[in-house]
């Protein structure tokens, strides 16, 4: 079911090299600008794992059956404050994603019988995940090629979270503002 797409680590290596900047002359100059620059250039090693732990969004994720009818996934994403859901079925399998932009698909499409549908009309059963060890820059990758802002997290049959790009923006700047900081260490000594 996972679809992750491989080759990032390429890619982070290139963008590495093409950021990297000159180094002084002076040995310990040169040794203090390479960590500066290390610290620079390093790209975020955070896992899947990681963020459901920072961003307590790796329990009970909510999710409706496939029979349910749309009217009754309106009413669980509301009272969640939540925009999609997994749609299981009676066996705790995950049969599908449901998000808002179905719903609005849906009532544009058949704005008078919509509420009456079922969760399985509108679901979306191909569903893209990522496991615990999948890295940030892999999920961001997931969501921008897929153009959808939700990745179920399986470790292996179970569902250790749904991630939204909501969450990986707020732990890559949590994590920016931590990096941050350290520069400013490094460099006022
Ligand atoms: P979203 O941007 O997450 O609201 O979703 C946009 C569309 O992609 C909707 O049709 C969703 O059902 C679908 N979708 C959301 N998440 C996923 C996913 N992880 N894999 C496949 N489709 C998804």
């Given amino acids: 079911m996972a679809c992750i797409p491989t080759g ?29 620059e290390s610290a620079v250039v390093d790209q975020s090693k955070a896992t899947a794992e990681d963020i459901l732990h920072k961003t307590d969004m ?12 749309i009217h009754k996934v309106t009413e669980v994403m509301k009272a969640n404050g939540i925009g999609s859901v997994l749609v299981k079925d009676q066996n705790g399998h995950m049969v599908g994603i449901l998000t808002e932009r179905d719903i ?8 008078d019988d919509t509420f009456d549908e079922t969760a399985a009309d509108l679901m979306t ?32 049959e179970h569902i250790a979270g749904l991630i939204s790009i909501g969450d ?22």
Avoid at 12 to 35: A, D, I, L, W
Avoid at 168 to 188: S, T
């Fill in 8 to 36: 990032s680590e390429k890619r982070e290596r290139k963008m590495v090299s093409k950021n990297k900047k000159p180094h002084f002359g002076h040995e310990s100059m040169h040794t203090h600008s390479q960590s500066i």
């Fill in 168 to 189: 990986v923006v707020k732990f890559r700047l949590r994590e920016l503002e931590y990096e941050a900081l350290k520069l400013k260490q490094m460099i006022v000594g």
């Fill in 58 to 69: 790796g329990h009970d994720v909510i999710a409706v059956r496939p029979a349910d009818s």
């Fill in 125 to 156: 059963t191909n569903v893209v995940t990522a496991t615990p060890q999948t890295s940030l820059m892999e999920l961001l990758h997931l969501m921008t090629e897929g153009r959808f802002r939700h990745v179920p997290v399986l470790d292996g």
């Fill in 104 to 111: 609005v698909r849906g009532f544009a499409d058949e704005p």
